[in-house]
């Protein structure tokens, strides 16, 4: 089993930043591809950003926050990241961590492990 904690979210007027953590243990973070997902009321859960089991990896973003949100993560720490800057009113969801075997996985059913989630609230 990996345990996945979220923190870092809040509420931000739009334009402002926030950078959720991922704090990961129990399992190897290492070799496992790290991805952020969120979901609005109503809505499913939508892919943000993944990035490759090492360090300084490859990442990818949904088009919706290229440009605004980075990944990243410090295997030393067993920690992802997500830097949320210029964020609009339709950024805001609950934002979740997850680790899959596969590496760049953008889709929920790929994640093997996910966490509670962090609510990211954006006033216009």
């Known amino acids: 089993q990996m345990q996945l904690v979220e923190s870092g979210g809040g509420l931000v007027q739009a334009g402002g930043s926030l950078r959720l953590s991922c704090a990961a243990s129990?399992?190897?973070?290492?070799?496992?591809?790290m991805g952020w997902f969120r979901q609005a009321p109503g809505q499913g859960r939508e892919f943000v950003a993944v990035?490759?089991?090492?360090?300084?990896?490859?990442?990818y973003h949904a088009d919706s926050v290229k440009g605004r949100f980075t990944i990243s993560r410090d295997n030393a720490k067993n920690t992802v990241y997500l830097q949320m800057n210029i964020l609009k009113p339709e950024d805001t969801a609950a934002y979740y961590c997850?680790?899959?075997?596969?590496?760049?996985?953008?889709?929920?059913?790929?994640?093997?492990?996910w966490g509670q989630g962090t609510q990211v609230t954006v006033s216009s």
């Open positions: 990035i490759s089991w090492w360090s300084g990896g490859i990442t």
């Open positions: 997850a680790a899959a075997r596969s590496s760049l996985a953008v889709r929920p059913y790929e994640y093997n492990y």
């Open positions: 129990g399992r190897t973070f290492s070799s496992y591809a």
